[in-house]
Nanobody
Framework: VQLVESGGGLVQAGGSLKLSCAAS????????MGWYRQAPGKERDVVAR???????YYADSVKGRFTISRDNAKNTLYLQMNNLKPEDTAMYYC??????????????WGQGTQVTVSS
């Protein structure tokens, strides 16, 4: 499975961005996907997750501002980010798992897309 993120960039505080993650390869094996982010000097943290049945999870810091979704026909995962804050600045990574519910781990990761929010 290959994951390619896009949609990052520089935006002012209060603005919006929509990230995309295109999946290819043995995508039939995927049952969970998620977005993570890592700021300089910090650990990589979960932003949002979505299951095969489209149940979602959001980190408290992004609830009400970010929306995760997936288009199975296009094999693409999205993250709509609204009301962005400077503390959202980070490298954003897409992840996919084949047995996430049992292992709690993702098997595949993208290369990341940079999001920078200016104050």
């Amino acid at each position: 499975v290959q994951l390619v993120e896009s949609g990052g960039g520089l935006v002012q505080a209060g603005g919006s961005l929509k990230l995309s993650c295109a999946a290819s390869g043995s995508i039939f094996s995927i049952n969970a996907m998620g977005w993570y982010r890592q700021a300089p000097g910090k650990e990589r943290d979960v932003v949002a997750r979505i299951s095969l049945g489209s149940s979602t999870y959001y980190a408290d810091s992004v609830k009400g501002r970010f929306t995760i979704s997936r288009d199975n026909a296009k094999n693409t995962l999205y993250l709509q980010m609204n009301n962005l804050k400077p503390e959202d600045t980070a490298m954003y990574y897409c992840a996919a798992g084949v047995d996430y519910d049992r292992t709690g781990e993702y098997d595949y990761w993208g290369q990341g897309t940079q999001v920078t929010v200016s104050s």
